[in-house]
């Protein structure tokens, strides 16, 4: 799975831990999220996708 | 409060009340353990209240359980084969016996808890 959080997160100026703090978990959360590594559950999968005001569908790509 | 400094404080509870239970063993006091465990209780659930910053996401919890699986399974199985292993050597050694049985029962114990949880866990359907 990939995700296209960095290039937005890039795109509204905020960091790892803005937007960890804004959606409620740690900072190396969104790291492996952003790695593709770790995989969200929908709560968390929405949460991201609203606080980079996007859907869950645009955010992650799956192969 | 950030996360660095409540790790900090939480090794400093924890060495502090290590320091007084081992104290309290070596002077036969019994009164002063239970009333350190219960205030470094305290102390940490405040150290908890004043964190700024999420200690716990999915995640950990994910990492947590599957932690906690792969522990429980090596533990069950060693505790248990430990424990016949000292229950069929205790005519030889007799000490090994009581030890024997106290294992091979709190594993059952241990397997009965789990599958209760586990029942009602599963007939829930919300888990958080």
């Known amino acids: 799975m990939k995700t296209r959080i960095k290039e937005l997160r890039a ?5 790892q831990e803005d937007l960890a703090k804004k959606v409620g978990v740690r900072r190396e959360t969104i790291v492996f999220l952003e790695q593709g590594k770790y995989n969200p559950s929908l709560q968390l999968a929405h949460d991201v996708a609203k606080a ?10 799956f192969k | ?83 016949i292993v000292m229950v069929m050597l205790r005519d030889k050694y007799p000490e090994l016996g009581p030890v024997g049985y106290t294992l091979s029962y709190s594993v059952c114990v241990f397997m009965l808890l789990f599958q209760a949880f586990y029942t009602y866990y599963s007939r829930k359907g919300k888990l958080e």
């Open chain 2, 1 to 83: 409060m950030n996360l660095k400094t409540y790790k900090l404080c939480s090794i400093i509870i924890t060495i502090a009340l290590g320091i007084v239970v081992g104290w309290s063993i070596t002077t036969n006091n019994y009164i002063i353990p239970a009333i350190a465990i219960i205030l470094a209780v305290l102390a940490m659930q405040l150290c908890k209240k004043k964190l700024t910053e999420v200690l716990v996401d999915e995640r950990i919890h994910k990492i947590a359980n599957k932690a906690a699986m792969i522990s429980m399974r090596i533990f069950t199985i060693a505790a248990a084969v430990t424990g």
């Open chain 1, 52 to 61: 980079l005001k996007t859907t869950v569908e645009e955010l992650f790509i």
């Open chain 1, 11 to 15: 795109r509204y100026n905020l960091t």
